[in-house]
């Protein structure tokens, strides 16, 4: 609720002319035209992709997919799956036009597709934090499930107002002497607070005390932040946009029991505003990730993104060193660590978007806010300055709060840090379908290589490997308790046959790229002419067949 | 666990992954009562046993099935007062004592104790006048076989290994499976783990919790001191393995926790502790539950309409009216003692805590005065000024989500 006569007096010394400048948000997608292009493609691709529903949002939104693929005989749903996931954070809604992108540019070259693979795109993973984002009227990308976060017994009751009139919500600095923020040299971005700093501040958004109790803004509507009610480090409920358990929430539920449900390769994750690819690792003190074995995968997939998108070569780092801040619950750690799947975040902005070569610094990704304007803006104040000419920032401008309270109201605008302004959006999406393509297409190929085939009358022996000629290793998961894992190869016998030695199925571990199993051998007596089968699989590709007749 | 999970829960349910149907589907109709299953087994017989035997006081729940579809049983005990209509809803007022087995393998010392412990109270409760008074203010929840698969393969000479473990499924510290063996795919995956975290979160009285696992044992040298020890853990806030049932009601839920790892040595040799020591030792804990009491008020005008009333307010338990959190971490201000006044308006109030040498003002809003958590044993004089008549009567309600309730009333001078 806003307080309109607040903003009679507020003392606005902020430039007006910033909020003008914004651009407008009706070129992002909104949920109803997600869904119509959904439904477009899968008309126009009738042979090859297929519309359909995940579930429903806590606010009653649908989480509208779309799964395509090569034309083949074999079902999509059976086939190793590549997600394409946008915008789960409910704040990337570039992260949601890169997927809607992705799906479209793919569709339309169709000879290109590979061959048993199937793509499952999740434009609007979050619909409620995305489509509040969208309309501005929450800015943190939570869902709508109503929380008491201030324990009152009421829920949602004070949430951020627009105080002074310009159109916009933003955020607020509150004058505290053990406030953790001050600012910094230039008066425009907040940095952490040192010994001895003053005024320190603390941070809100920009909003009225709406139910009287002296806080500002601490019992927002909504809701969970789905990107933190994944499992692995999750914080627990009192942290109150984390969830009430681990994947509690109708959104993250009904994503992670598809993905396990599939044959799920690759996930990536469209979201964030750091611009890079950036690897498992939400919460280093509790998880190293990612795992050893997965280092190469990631490098090639770091290969690929910056050879697709022309942003700088660099090894992929961390989500947590990516984003500049802890990750508990995410769910890219999740999907890694305990679906099986090789997950990345894919952060389609960030501030070497559209940078020229010697603009963009090579090594480590720069350590940016997610909602910028903390500790690391430096590289968005340069964004700011050098490319915007400074447009795209309220300045910090006082606003009277009642009760002899003033704050300041400033920050980011919609549709600069966190979203690109829409003329960028292209240039942030740009190959970001050619990435795609070319990490699915490095997925493992298993081939069957028969060592020894050799029959002494009715006595067959056999010895064979499995070789992965794909660029990224088999796939599942590694279990931590030893169990036999990985590739798997079946003798299957033709009639009449009887295995002597040698066990019919066996599982031989990962393998990685371009690499052979260890040799397994069987003796049997089959008659003459008879068809030998060996069949290798993996989670990660479909099935192939050696036939072989001794 | 939070008043906010509290509160969720009431408002949407857990939405647990596989648990709940799809928003727009109607909710399944809950378990029946009681239900007989062909291979229940020992365990469960004896729990309906127990509960016929025993209908005054003792009911059996069930919480959910297991994968193999076996029923999960909780016994609840419990005094209600003759023609109680809803006998859950007393218990679920009162501080509670859960004592759960999170092992469920071929060792059945722990689940033999569990059933110990309920013969104990229940036949000891006529001839015990400590029992009897520990029935009529506590609730007692006894749940010896939560995964009675995996007991009924052990039992069975089955080699069953299953990927996921009952006691490494829990969210608090959970790890995926390629870290942790047995964690399974997530938290709360399987239903066995899922229906006692939903009858926890159902259950937010319950305050202390007893899991029987497999943490490692320690010595000592006499038995006598058993119950002591377990009494001392619960108090010492440990801090459990993450993904166990123990870590998910010490960290998430807040309760305090015991486990079952101790091995006395009276000839110098560690061997198991006989379960009817360990039956002792959850009498010992039972008795130490939190549990609100509210003194004789007393009232004196303080001129024209306004009225001063002290009261005292008490913690009658050992552990605390709001567990701390572990390592030392303060307990969560909605876990703290309310004192609701009504029948009068109350315009102050203040409070004074042991050792404090002067009322300290609290806010009152609404009627309600915040008392925080009161230590064991502990007491505080709550001083409120309320405006009323001669004759009117003033309500007073003391509560806590883990301690229960205690009542009051006077008339006014």
Redesign the interface.
Known sequence: MAFPQLVAVALTLAPSVASQAAPSPDAYTDHAGMRMRLDALAAANAERARSFELGQSRGGRAIAALEFGAAGDLPLAERPAVWLVGGLDGVSLAGAEAVLDVAADLLGRPDELPAHVAFVAVPWAAPDGLARRLAGTCLDGRNELPIDDDGDGRADEDGPDDLDGDGLVLEMLLEDPDGAWVLDADGRFVVPAARGDAPRYRRVPEGADDDGDGLFNEDRAGGVRLDRNFPVGWLGAAVGDAGVLPLSEPESRSLADAVLARRTAVVLLFQGNHGALATPGGVPELLTLPFDRDRAGFALAGRLFAAATGRAPREPVTIAAASGERRPGAAVDWMYAAAGALALEVAPWGTCVGAGSEDQPSGSVDAEPREAGGAGSAAWARWLDDRRGGMGFVAWHPIDLGQNRTGLVGGWEPFTCTNPPVELLPEALRGLPEFTLALARELPRLEVEVVVSERIDELVRLRARVVNRGGLRTGGLVPADGRPHGVELELRLPAGAELLAGEPTARLGHLAAGSASVELEWLCVAPRDATFRLVARDDWTVAVTRELRP | ?????A???L??G?????AVA???EAPAPDPPAEVAPVDEGPMAAELRRLAGAHADVARLEQIGVSAQGRPLLVLAIGAVPQGDARPEAELGLRPGLLVADAYGCEDALGAESALRFARHVLEGRARDAQLARLLSTTAIFVAPDLDPDRRAAALGGQDAPR?VAFDANF??G?????????SG????SMPETRAI?EFLVAHPSIALVHTLTDAEDVRFEDRDELAAALDAQALARPRPAGGTLAAFCA??LRRFVSERGFAYAPDGEVSSEPAADLARGYVALALGLPGLEIGTPSAERLGDGLVRVDVPLSNRGRYATAPPGPGGGGP???LGVLLDVSGLDLVGAAIRREGDEVYRVVRAERGRVRVGSLDGGETAWLRLVVAGAEGERLYLLASAPRAGRAAAQLGLP
């Open positions: 666990m939070s008043g906010r999970l509160g969720l829960v408002g949407v857990l939405g647990l992954p596989g799809a928003q727009d990927q969210p608090s959970w790890l995926p499976p390629t870290v942790v063996a047995g795919p997530y938290p709360l975290a960290l998430e969560r201000p909605e």
